[in-house]
């Protein structure tokens, strides 16, 4: 079955720092362009950030570069995103996708003091 | 604010067709394709179809897209109850040099 498991969220402080998980299982992960898209409470989907199959290419929306780093181990299966200098704005549900056709569940961010 | 504009709401009652659009620019749904999103409220978003490519399977044939010049469109033929749901347009901005999502379009069956 392909799948996609997001882990790695949690309640962390402004200016506190996350690192997401994403465990992806039953196709070929090392071919896959992946990225990751949240959304917060209430809110539409927002694009967060990008990766080619080889972890060559990174791309970041603007709200989010210089602090989220994504990247992948095609040897585990897994795509990860640093989140650094977590601030109110980023809590959401953070989903990771292949493009565009497999989404996981989700985890959620909340940013609170 | 997203730079791919819907409409906030659209509505039909069973068996009618719905179409719900997507206002882009020549940076974005002008020169690439466009995707489309199902997204039952408290779930995960669904892939519906990509823009003149051939809708994955599962995905009933009630639903299809096109685009001309800086829009695109989904419509739904055949309204079905299940089709309650958010939808969400998106495709590449090369002026961003990032993906985009539309505003979201919430659909009500009446």
């Known amino acids: 079955e392909v799948q996609l498991v997001e882990s790695g969220g949690g309640l962390v402080q402004p200016g506190g720092s996350l690192r997401l998980s994403c465990a992806a299982s039953?196709?070929?992960?090392?071919?896959?362009?992946m990225s990751w898209v949240r959304q917060a409470p209430g809110k539409g989907l927002e694009w967060v950030s990008s990766?080619?199959?080889?972890?060559?290419?990174?791309f970041y929306a603007d709200s989010v570069r210089g602090r989220f780093t994504i990247s992948r181990d095609n040897s585990k299966n897994r795509l990860y995103l640093q989140l650094n200098s977590l601030r109110a704005e980023d809590a959401a549900v953070y989903y990771c996708?292949?493009?565009?056709?497999?989404w996981g569940k989700g985890t959620t961010v909340t940013v609170s003091s | 604010q997203s730079v791919l504009t819907q409409p906030p709401s659209a509505s039909g009652t069973p068996g009618q067709r719905v179409i719900i659009s997507c206002s882009g620019s020549s940076s974005n749904i002008g020169r690439r394709t466009v995707h489309w999103f199902q997204q039952v409220p408290g779930t995960a978003p669904k892939f519906l179809l990509t823009t003149n490519y051939q809708r994955p399977s599962g995905v009933p044939d009630r639903f299809s897209g096109s685009r001309s010049g800086t829009s695109a469109s989904l419509a739904i033929s055949g309204l079905q109850s299940e089709d309650e749901a958010d939808y969400y347009c998106?495709?590449?901005?090369?002026?961003?040099?990032?993906?985009?999502f539309g505003t979201g379009t919430k659909v009500t069956v009446l």
């Open positions: 998106a495709t590449w901005d090369d002026s961003l040099n990032g993906h985009v």
């Open positions: 039953g196709f070929t992960f090392s071919s896959s362009d």
């Open positions: 996708a292949r493009h565009w056709d497999v």
């Open positions: 990766i080619s199959d080889s972890g060559i290419s990174r």
